[in-house]
């Protein structure tokens, strides 16, 4: 039993993992977009080969709570990720995720090029783990 966390974006969605004690989660795969029945099936794909029993969808709302035009891009994709697999799917914010990883992989000195390539699994992580940690807090 695991959990997938994804953070959407319109050139690569990241993927982040949940041990199987869904305490931890870890960096997955970036999946570079294609056309959505690809995108969709190769979730799909990882939904089945790991044991994934949920996913974490990142929720891009505004700073203020509002929903944006990013938010509602996601609630599309979401309705039709929830057509392709059987786990339930659920959101969570994910305000300043990118920029939180942003600042880390800076801070350690690596260059634009590296963070491109690592920058969207990296949310996954970041988002798969705030919910995870939730759910220890019972949130």
């Known amino acids: 039993m695991r959990i997938l966390g994804i953070d959407y974006g319109t050139k690569r969605i990241g993927l982040a993992m ?3 004690l869904m ?3 870890q960096p ?8 959505l029945p690809e995108d969709l099936a190769k979730i799909a794909g990882v939904v089945a080969d790991h044991g994934i029993t949920e ?3 990142g929720f891009p709302l505004n700073m203020n709570g509002t ?3 990013k938010t509602k891009e996601v609630v599309v994709f979401m309705d039709e990720l929830a057509r392709a697999v059987t786990v339930p799917i659920k959101t969570w914010d994910e305000r300043l995720s990118t920029a ?11 260059s634009r090029a590296k ?6 699994k990296l949310a996954a992580q970041v988002i798969l783990q705030s919910y995870l940690d939730s759910r220890k807090r019972g949130l």
Request: proline share 0%; net charge neutral.
């Open 23 to 25: 305490i931890t989660a």
């Open 28 to 35: 997955f795969r970036i999946l570079y977009r294609t056309a």
């Open 67 to 69: 929903q944006s035009a």
């Open 18 to 20: 949940s041990d199987e």
């Open 115 to 120: 963070r491109r390539k690592i920058t969207d």
């Open 55 to 57: 996913i974490v969808m």
């Open 100 to 110: 939180q990883v942003e600042r880390s992989l800076i801070d350690a000195d690596m």
